[in-house]
Each structure stands twice: as C-alpha cells, then as structure tokens.
Nanobody, 125 residues
Framework: VQLQASGGGLVQAGGSLRLTCAAS????????MGWFRQAPGKERDVIAA????????YYADSVKGRFTISRDNAKSTVYLQMNSLKPEDTAVYYC???????????????????WGQGTQVTVSS
C-alpha cells in the first residue's frame, strides 16, 4: 500500500486547510487510519484517527474542535479538515494506515503499518 498525503501549504493564523491521504496499490476500506504530525525538534504525535467505517474517531486535545477527520472508502481516501489554524500547528503532517485486519483506530504509531511521505503545513502569525 502506498499513501500519498497532499494539501499542505502556508496559511495565516485562523485559516483553513484540508489534507488528503490517497491510497494506491490496495483499497483501504478495511484499514483504520490516522494523521500524525511532527514539529521541528519534537516527536511525532497522533492528532486524529478513524476506524475502518468512520464510526469511531479520536482527536488529540490540541486539535479537538478545530480538526475533523473523515474518510471515503469508495475512493480509499482519508481527509483532515483543519480550521482555526494556529502557529503551533506548524509541522509535517503524515497519514498512516493500519493493516487490513486492524479495523479499530489506534493512537500509537507503532500500530500503523503504512506511512505517507508527509506534507508540510506552515501557519504564520
């Protein structure tokens, strides 16, 4: 499975971006998915996760109420809508997929088998 993350860019504080994670090589309709981010000098952290059918989602406290994760299984695509962006949201954002047998969402990156290449999000003040 190859994951391609896109949609990052430079935005002013208070603005919005939508990240897209598209899969190729295999459908992701049964894989739980997650979005992670890594700021300079910091560890990579989970910010949002979704189970295989979208019925269960997780958000880190830092993005709760501002970010929304969703998925379109017909397109093997996962989205991260980011609103009210803050300078502290600046980071490289990664999408990840669990194995097809792992339907439940997870918050540990150790439980994800496939990773996209990352997309840079920069929020200016």
């Amino acid at each position: 499975v190859q994951l391609q993350a896109s949609g990052g860019g430079l935005v002013q504080a208070g603005g919005s971006l939508r990240l897209t994670c598209a899969a190729s090589g295999r459908t992701l309709s049964r894989n739980a998915m997650g979005w992670f981010r890594q700021a300079p000098g910091k560890e990579r952290d989970v910010i949002a996760a979704i189970n295989w059918n979208g019925g269960s989602v997780y958000y880190a406290d830092s993005v709760k109420g501002r970010f929304t994760i969703s998925r379109d299984n017909a397109k093997s695509t996962v989205y991260l809508q980011m609103n009210s962006l803050k300078p502290e949201d600046t980071a490289v954002y990664y999408c990840a997929a669990r194995r097809a047998t792992d339907w439940a969402l997870a918050t540990s990156e150790m439980k994800y088998a496939y990773w996209g290449q990352g997309t840079q999000v920069t929020v200016s003040s």
